[in-house]
């Protein structure tokens, strides 16, 4: 028997200090182990997205109380994937496939899953972490010449947002998004420590402002 690990909270009240909640399980994809898990929800709370264990290995999801849960597929040659975030009313869905090295992708019920091209320079080992609130900027990481770094998406071209220490072994990625994507929010390195960071796109296009 299977052990569904992901849920979700249908309904909380509080009375004074006592709070109660229902929580359903989501399932779990066809043909693989015993584990789901919930990464994100869309604004509308319609849809929600992540991973489930399928017989290659994780397998990409969306769920509504509607559909139950439908696999997003692999990218060609891939063997796993998983979603990590979707637009405000879940018709853009976008997260981190494999398939020839580590790919961000973005998804819809029309175009399935479409890889994302990674930065120029490095090996490929990209992903998308979010995707703005209309669905036309995705967000995460990808590798160029001097290594990770925060990456935009937008209508399928991939742009670097740099970063603030080229030389820092922290990871760099871009977490979230104003609703148009013209702000950005992240985290990227200074020599051993590592800052949360914004990217204002709509007074210094491509460059992460200083660590607040």
């Known amino acids: 028997m299977k052990t569904i690990v992901t849920t979700i909270v249908i309904g909380a009240t509080t009375v ?8 359903v399980g989501l399932g779990d994809v066809p043909g693989g182990g015993n584990q789901s898990f919930a990464n994100a929800i869309s ?7 992540g991973q489930g264990t399928a017989a290659t290995g994780n397998m990409a999801y969306r769920w509504s109380p509607q559909t139950g849960m439908l696999s997003l597929g692999l990218l060609p040659g891939g063997s796993w994937s998983r979603a990590s975030g979707l637009n405000w009313n879940g018709s853009v869905i976008v997260g981190t496939a494999n398939g020839g090295g580590s790919h961000a992708y973005r998804w819809t019920v029309g175009t399935g899953m479409v890889s994302l091209p990674d930065l ?12 703005s609130g209309d669905g036309n900027v995705v967000f995460g990481y990808g590798t160029g010449q001097d290594g990770s770094e925060m990456t935009r998406w937008v209508n399928g071209q991939v742009f670097s947002l740099g970063n603030l220490d080229y030389t820092s072994n922290w990871a760099q990625g871009a ?5 148009d994507g013209s702000t ?3 985290f990227s390195g200074i020599g051993n420590t590592s800052y949360a960071t914004v990217v204002d796109l709509t007074s210094r ?7 607040r």
């Open 120 to 131: 120029d320079g490095g090996f490929v080992s990209g992903g998308a972490y979010g995707v």
């Open 16 to 23: 004074g200090a006592v709070a109660s909640a229902t929580f």
């Open 184 to 186: 950005i929010y992240g």
């Open 175 to 179: 977490t979230c998004s104003s609703y």
């Open 205 to 211: 296009p491509g460059a992460p402002l200083p660590p």
């Open 43 to 49: 604004r509308n709370g319609m849809w929600i997205v």
